[in-house]
């Protein structure tokens, strides 16, 4: 079991900035990908960016030049640095980590909410 703690969240103005941080404790291996996804209401849950145990990313098309993930391998955490913020992402983001060897290895954070507002 890997459990996940999710934190920095919040509301900011358009144009703005924020960190997202995950913790991963528990049974992860260095090999999991990391990564971001977030649901709007009414919206089904989305991609935003993902990382491997060899830092290469994949980002969403509308985050790209804006958001930026990162992880510690050694701290077994990841991060997501959000510039440029618009309304369209306001949403709750959730933290995931999974295995690419054993698809039930597929853990989530409890979410953190994110509100883009003037």
């Known amino acids: 079991q890997v459990q996940l703690v999710e934190s920095g969240g919040g509301l900011v103005q358009p144009g703005g900035s924020l960190r997202l941080s995950c913790a991963a404790s528990?049974?992860?291996?260095?090999?999991?990908?990391m990564g971001w996804y977030r649901q709007s209401p009414g919206k089904q849950r989305e991609l935003v960016a993902t990382?491997?145990?060899?830092?290469?990313?994949n980002y969403a098309d509308s985050v790209k030049g804006r958001f930026t993930i990162s992880r510690d391998n050694a701290k077994n955490t990841v991060s997501l640095q959000m510039n440029s913020l618009k309304a369209e992402d306001t949403a709750v983001y959730y933290c995931n980590v999974r295995s690419l060897f054993n698809p039930a290895r597929n853990y989530w954070g409890q979410g953190t909410q994110v509100t883009v507002s003037s």
């Open positions: 990382i491997n145990s060899g830092s290469t990313t």
């Open positions: 528990g049974s992860m291996a260095s090999t999991y990908v």
